[in-house]
């Protein structure tokens, strides 16, 4: 059997398990997730087993250390997953929810009502969480899922998602309801996005190759891609706050697209601040890239180019700007950040205001970290991405971002004259 027939083979059977699924009641579905915390806690010594066949792989074809921090599973990490998915079973079932309601002068009753999309694709890279926040948050809304992860998972996610499946055939769920791919080679993503009667969407999570691989992709995509993502210290910053804000948008996990990659800073204040969190990142290991104001004040720090400005690192590495005023700032953001998430550190009120109105990203913060944007910090017991469009979702996509919705119309005989 060929790959492509082999998937569409897979397809056929998941979308059949999409119908049921949809059907399925909200206490079912939260007791298949309590087995699956369950069946992960139980199973972490296994999993650690498989991460570290991958981790071995990378470090051996020589990935960023970036990359493969982004790989590794913890005993924390694995107990995080667990408790996330019992966030997620604990949360309302948004399937059947009346979104509004209302009456018609000819006395027909229209009521918007919260149903799942149906198969949902998911294709990302290098983190094996993905693996389970995608399956449980797609299952729980009532849809089927189809995983593609990267080939430096693959030892990881294939148990993960073994272990899924056998936590929803012990609640008599499809098995099919969550579909695993374990063919590495990246066909499998152009086969994906060529059946749109197969997949009703595809959410991509990884950087420029996978969005040259959905070029022209014949599924609707809701992307995650960049997290160029900005912290602004405004003049009017206390900057004891500002301090903290930046070093744990940099360094509390650098690869991951929350953190923070570029640090603007008001002109006003530089000359006090910039040396003060310069030895911050210094002693965190962090490299310092920046415009000539700030080489002038950081005499260390290196000298930023065009490139650095449009950068994702994903690594100990920030670019800093002095900029002259909120207008500057604001303006330097519209160009170059990813509207993924951005920050003010600020105590001027009319300041905060006017950033969080005219900066247009997903997330937009004010005093404090864009490490925030995250499903599970928000109350979404996990995420599937976070999304950068502006359309369907944007922001961190839980539950009901996995949704759409139809209209149901009562009448007691109405005919349209």
């Not at 929350?258 to 290991?285: Q, S």
């Not at 993924?340 to 600020?346: H, K, P, R």
């Not at 944007?373 to 009901?400: C, Q, V, W, Y």
Request: glycine share 6%.
């Amino acid at each position: 059997m060929t790959l492509e027939a082999e998937i569409l083979d897979g397809l056929a059977r998941t979308r059949i398990a999409a119908r049921r699924l949809a059907l399925a009641g909200t206490d079912r579905k939260n007791r298949a997730l309590a087995a699956l915390a369950d069946n992960l806690r139980a199973s972490t010594d296994r999993i650690l087993d498989a991460n570290r066949q991958d981790l071995e792989r990378a470090r051996a074809v020589g990935d960023a250390p970036a990359f493969v921090e982004r790989l590794t599973l913890t005993p924390d990490r694995i107990a995080a997953i667990a408790r996330g998915v019992e966030e997620v079973a604990a949360l309302p079932d948004p399937v059947g929810e009346t979104i509004a309601r209302w009456r018609r002068p000819n006395g027909l009753d229209i009521r918007q009502v919260r149903v799942p999309l149906g198969v949902i694709a998911i294709i990302y890279e290098s983190r094996p969480n993905v693996t389970v926040d995608a399956s449980v948050l797609g299952f729980k809304a009532g849809n089927a899922v189809v995983l593609r992860g990267g080939s430096e998972a693959l030892s990881t996610n294939a148990l993960l998602a073994e272990l899924i499946s056998e936590s929803l055939a012990r609640i008599d769920f499809d098995p099919h309801s969550v579909m695993f791919i374990d063919n590495p080679d990246r066909e499998a993503i152009q086969i994906l996005k060529c059946h749109p009667e197969a997949i009703d969407l595809i959410i991509p999570r990884g950087g420029k190759a996978l969005k040259e691989a959905l070029a022209g992709s014949a599924v609707p995509i809701l992307p995650h891609f960049d997290g160029i993502c900005h912290t602004y210290v405004d003049r009017a910053a206390d900057l004891l706050i500002a301090e903290e804000i930046c070093v744990n948008a940099k360094c509390s996990r650098p690869s991951v697209c929350n953190a923070m990659e570029t640090m603007l800073v008001h002109a006003d204040i530089a000359a006090k601040f910039l040396p003060r969190i310069a030895d911050r990142m210094r002693a965190a290991g962090v490299e310092l890239r920046g415009d000539d104001r700030t080489c002038a004040i950081i005499p260390d720090a290196l000298a930023a180019t065009a490139e650095d400005w449009d950068t994702e690192y994903l690594d100990l590495i920030l670019a800093i700007k002095v900029v002259d005023s909120l207008e500057q700032a604001i303006e330097f953001i519209a160009r170059h950040s990813s509207g993924l998430a951005d920050a003010i550190v600020t105590q001027d009120e009319a300041e905060a205001g006017r950033f969080e109105r005219e900066v247009d990203s997903a997330t937009v913060f004010v005093n404090a970290s864009t490490r925030f944007t995250d499903g599970f910090e928000f109350g979404f017991g996990a995420e599937t991405g976070i999304s950068t469009n502006r359309l369907h979702a944007r922001g961190p996509m839980g539950l009901k971002e996995l949704t759409i919705y139809k209209y149901v119309i009562h009448g007691n005989g109405q005919i349209r004259k």
